[in-house]
């Protein structure tokens, strides 16, 4: 079983909004940070945001703070990404992270998901 599940990822015009979902097959879910990274053509894939596992603190790196917000459901062991005001920037695949223990950063992650393409057109 695939232990992370991202969804929602499509094409969207500047301006808009999507909503990125990611399922988790882990055990002990709330025993996990999550995070959600990116990686766009021809670039590193680079850290986004982290949740700890209560889902009380989170981080956003400047790039996209006041733009996306991260959530948990630790009942239904999946986390979600709203993104608003997208930019063309934005343009990347998508991944969720886990990795187990009170983190707002993730740096060595545990479990990666498959990755989800969202693309923003001017």
């Known amino acids: 079983q695939v232990p992370l599940v991202e969804s929602g990822g499509g094409l969207v015009q500047a301006g808009g909004s999507l909503r990125l979902s990611c399922a988790a097959s882990?055990?002990?879910?709330?025993?996990?940070?999550m995070g959600w990274f990116r990686q766009a053509p021809g670039k590193e894939r680079e850290f986004l945001i982290g949740i700890t596992g209560s889902g009380r603190n989170t981080y956003y790196v400047d790039s996209v703070k006041g733009r996306f917000t991260v959530s948990r459901d630790n009942a239904k062991n999946a986390v979600y990404l709203e993104m608003t005001s997208l930019k063309p920037e934005d343009t990347a695949v998508y991944y969720c992270a886990a990795e187990r223990g009170f983190k707002l950063v993730l740096r060595t992650p545990d479990y990666w998901g498959q990755g989800t393409q969202v693309t923003v057109s001017s």
């Open positions: 882990i055990s002990t879910f709330s025993a996990y940070a």
